[in-house]
């Protein structure tokens, strides 16, 4: 499983629009899991920082991973956060050891 993709995504809300952030983002995780090449996506939020939250996914690929950001839900969770996310990060990683 070496050449499998691993991701790891933060993204901060705005001060005040967690919750809205976090609705967001969980309608996200149901059809991601369903997605051909998905082979790990979960959610995190951070304990003692409301306002930070962690995607650690693991894809089969790289395209899976392009064809999973440019899907609709992603695009509509996207839309639905507009002016509500302070910063995103996004580092994709392949396991070297």
């Known amino acids: 499983m070496t050449d499998v993709l691993t991701v790891v995504a933060w993204i901060r809300a705005a001060s005040g629009s967690e919750d809205a952030v976090r609705e967001a983002l969980l309608s996200i995780v149901p ?29 089969r690929s790289g395209q899976d991973l392009d064809i999973h950001l440019a899907s609709a839900h992603v695009r509509e969770s996207i839309d639905a956060v507009e002016g509500l996310i302070e910063r995103i990060d996004i580092k994709r990683m392949t396991r070297i050891a």
């Open 31 to 59: 059809p991601t899991l369903e997605e051909e090449g998905c082979i790990e996506y979960k959610l995190h939020a951070v304990d003692d920082d409301p306002r930070l939250f962690y995607f650690v996914e693991q894809w």
